[in-house]
């Protein structure tokens, strides 16, 4: 040790024993010990050492162990703590999150909070007085070994304290009745219960041990999110901005900005449900709603439009997911219902039409006869499926009179080939000898060729270098006596973007075709893709289009087309609910124009409103509108660590992006190789 790090550490060991009755009594080996092992880092103010953090790596645990955090009084409310901690993360990021241990009647919640700390426990100290000690814990961001269970609930909602101890029997006999009706269990695979740092903060602050202990003990049973703390702190300034205006007389005091934190942590998670049976919280459902996206209801809403959705979705696709469609399967006897919206031409109507569906029931085939009606009720679509072989044979296909019978038809067509993808089929075959018109029309735009048999589109299930996409495609044409034309990587944009939509869900890496990745905040993505899923039903044209229009700004950086685009969404880091890649889709078109224009124009196809549309444009007065098509929900979502993690992989930085950016095809590739690993 140099002369200089010794007057260093003598200077760290005095500060050390000015606060020795809140840190107790540490001897000058033990400081140089922490200093020898890389466990000390202090803070300094021209020559002054004005604080310090003494800490552990313990090597059998993948956590950091802070033993002190000190900063000299007369310092305080300077950042110097939180620069230390700061430090702490920079130069430990692997490992999984900092724990320290503080005596509860030291009174310092506020500060652990404020450097984005959350109470995860509690332990008696070794003194003879058995204080209290409060265990905070700061996570590094580092994904859970259970972050990528796969849920097959239909919501996820976060809870506040009044449900929550109502859920561990606490509370009036009717709060326990309403939020035990949560755990009902009927509701297991329809809901799952998520909770969110304020929720700890509320268990910690019970007065009594014992009851403290026994919450804490019922967190194991939720799942555990964890937004983004700057995200947090910056939506709860727009929550307490609108709050002080529109609700001028409730003081915005420390449980009203709790309340207000549910609120921020629900959203940034990227979440859309709040329960709570607490009536100031009900309170500000609507600026909840208006500011950050957030439903705030009672136990009760809850398990009412759980029990509306679960009898409107049964059997219903995944594309169709968000509206007011539904699906089922064709009851027996209910052929007759049919003939009236789905007879076609000379030998098809009336009992012949009927008949011919009836008897795809007992010819020994396992045909699947699904039939999908509006929110009124009315059949607007009729598909029925079998699987044979590597083949899936659509032996009716046929859409209703309907506004969007054009968009449901090439949305029966996408969704069809997703469900060969899902069964390993290498084509979709259409055998109706009376497709209707708008099917028909629908199916050769899409890449289905036609002859003697019907329509046929290859299902070629490869992300790689053109040459193995077009090996697979002549391979699987061969077997089907068709023929298809070769590609290799001097291929255009153009035709490589043909290719992936011909042959979906083909992806031509080594050609000219470039890839992007846009960030989009929870709310955009749950209105555009149904990710994270919505409470109500969406619109329906938004739910069953296969365009859809996202804006921004107009600076170019780099936008071409055709090309494809992922999607990241970029508050939360709650798993499955935020930071992380949830899908692709192939970019057709961009335009800078007049926000009002542009609105004009593609109103239909986006979800913001004409003032959002105004509000992304930029210094010259324009925006960007992005036109893209057939976007493919990733059966895994990449999370930002796993992002990581493959970029690294790469010999590749990454960076979350801030804006739409170019990607290298290898990374595209490595992500979207990810999103559809089998699991």
């Not at 972050?147 to 239909?154: C, F, K, P, T």
């Not at 009044?162 to 009927?186: D, H, N, P, Q, Y």
């Not at 029931?361 to 059949?379: F, I, K, M, Q, S």
């Amino acid at each position: 040790m140099s002369e200089e790090q010794a007057e260093l550490l003598d200077a760290v060991i005095a500060l050390g024993d000015r606060y020795t009755k809140f840190l107790g009594l540490l001897t000058p080996p033990a400081y140089r010990k922490h200093a020898e092992d890389d466990g000390l880092l202090v803070a300094v103010d021209g020559e002054e050492v004005v604080g310090y953090a003494l800490f552990g790596l313990p090597k059998r645990s993948l956590y950091v162990r802070l033993a002190h955090l000190c900063v000299a009084e007369e310092h305080r409310g300077e950042g110097v703590a939180r620069e230390l901690i700061g430090a702490i993360r920079a130069r430990h990021a692997h490992r999984l999150g900092i724990r320290a241990k503080c005596r509860r009647d030291y009174e310092l919640s506020g500060m652990w909070t404020a450097l984005g700390f959350v109470p995860k426990g509690e332990s008696l100290g070794r003194g003879k007085d058995k204080e209290t000690l409060d265990t905070w814990w700061l996570d590094l961001g580092h994904e859970d070994l259970f972050a990528e269970a796969q849920n097959d609930a239909l919501l996820v909602v976060t809870i506040d304290h009044g449900v929550f101890a109502g859920l561990r029997g606490t509370g009036a006999e009717r709060a326990i009745e309403e939020s035990r009706a949560l755990a009902a269990g009927w509701l297991t695979d329809l809901i799952e219960l998520a909770f969110t740092p304020q929720l700890l903060h509320d268990v910690r602050d019970v007065e009594e041990r014992e009851a403290r202990n026994h919450q804490r003990a019922g967190l194991a049973e939720l799942r555990s999110l964890a937004p983004d703390s700057v995200a947090v702190a910056i939506r709860m300034e727009e929550l307490a901005a609108v709050a002080r205006k529109e609700l001028p007389d409730v003081p915005l005091d420390d449980r009203q900005r709790a309340r207000l934190r549910y609120v921020a942590e629900t959203s940034c998670a990227g979440l859309q449900v709040l329960v709570t049976r607490d009536p100031a919280l009900a309170a500000l459902a609507d600026i909840a709603w208006d500011v950050a996206q957030v439903k705030v209801v009672s136990p009760a809403v809850v398990t009412l439009h759980v029990d509306e959705l679960r009898q409107a979705q049964v059997y219903r696709p995944a594309d169709l997911m968000g509206t007011a469609f539904s699906a089922e399967e064709i009851a027996p006897g209910g052929e007759g219902e049919l003939v009236a919206f789905f007879e076609q031409a000379e030998g098809d109507r009336g009992m012949a039409f009927a008949q011919r569906l009836k008897s795809l029931a007992n010819d020994g085939v396992l045909w699947r006869r699904e039939l999908l009606r509006d929110g009124e009720g009315h059949p607007v679509a009729l598909y029925v499926w079998a699987m044979d072989g590597r083949t899936l044979n659509v032996a009716f296909l046929r859409t209703a009179s309907h506004r969007l019978e054009e968009t449901l038809a090439r949305q029966l067509l996408f969704m069809l080939k997703r469900l060969g993808r899902e069964r390993g089929a290498q084509a979709v075959r259409i055998t109706d000898p009376f497709l209707s018109p708008t099917a028909m029309t629908a199916a050769g735009a899409d890449g289905f060729t036609e002859d003697e048999s019907g329509f046929t589109a290859l299902l070629v299930d490869v992300c790689g270098p053109a040459e193995a996409v077009s090996q697979k495609a002549v391979e699987i044409a061969g077997r089907m006596r068709r023929s298809t034309p070769r590609l290799d990587e001097c291929v255009s944009p153009e035709m490589a973007s043909m290719a992936e939509r011909v042959w979906w869900p083909a992806k031509l890496i080594d050609a000219a075709l470039p890839s992007f990745i846009a960030p989009i905040k929870p709310r955009w993505s749950t209105e555009l893709f149904d990710v994270p899923a919505m409470l109500v039903p969406r619109d329906d044209v938004l739910g069953i289009s296969r365009e859809h229009v996202y804006y921004r700004s107009s600076g170019h950086r780099g936008e071409s087309v055709p090309a494809r685009i992922l999607w990241y969404v970029s508050e939360g880091t709650s798993g499955q609910q935020g930071k992380m890649v949830i899908g692709c889709s192939r970019l057709d078109e961009v335009v800078i124009d007049d926000p009002d224009t542009l609105f004009s124009r593609f109103e239909h196809l986006g979800v913001y409103g004409h003032a959002e549309v105004r509000a992304a444009a930029d210094v010259s007065g324009k925006a960007m509108a992005l036109r893209f098509s057939d976007t493919e929900i990733f059966p895994v979502q990449v999370t930002h660590a796993r992002v990581t993690a493959l970029a690294k992989e790469l010999g590749l930085r990454w960076v979350p992006p801030m804006q739409l950016s170019k990607i290298s095809n290898a990374l595209f590739r490595a992500m979207y190789e990810e999103g559809n690993r089998k699991t």
